[in-house]
């Protein structure tokens, strides 16, 4: 598997189609994985179980994380993400459409990088979507391992 740019945790195939449109169409990412649910996208960070094949090494350039997930939730992935010195370093973008303050100071408690409350309008979402894959992928500067 190439180099994953992101990796989008979204349950919602309406959201998750939308997100990957902004991104392809604005030519922002080449290399994207998603994965449905809070166990997939753990066992794809962590190299486990279907994922065993992948390094844990070649980690994403940024991951964007939805809350409220099947099986495992956001937050207990935003967890075991940034409590693990393998991958506490990945940018994660919590992109949800919980604006509920609790959800947001627990996120930041638990290390997020930007916490991003869902546009329900088409064009705001695109719009967003496509700010955020600018930012994390062309400006932004991560740390060499």
């Not at 065993?52 to 070649?58: F, T, V």
Request: some cysteine.
């Amino acid at each position: 598997m190439n180099k994953v740019e992101i990796l989008l945790v979204e349950d919602n195939p309406n959201d998750a189609k939308l997100t990957l449109r902004a991104l392809k169409k604005n030519n922002l990412v080449n290399d994207i994985y998603h994965v449905k649910d809070g166990v997939e996208a753990l066992n794809f960070i962590f190299a486990e179980n279907e994922y065993a094949y992948r390094s844990i090494d070649n980690v994403p350039r940024v991951i964007f994380l939805d809350l409220k997930l099947p099986r495992i939730n956001g937050l207990e992935v935003l967890e075991k993400i940034k409590s693990d010195p393998r991958t506490n370093k990945i940018p994660v973008v919590v992109l949800t459409s919980s604006a509920e303050d609790s959800d947001l100071k627990r996120c930041y408690r638990l290390g997020v990088n930007s916490y991003i409350v869902k546009p329900v309008d088409f064009e705001h979402f695109m719009d967003a979507v496509t700010k955020l894959g600018f930012y994390w992928l062309l400006l932004n500067q991560t740390p060499k391992k």
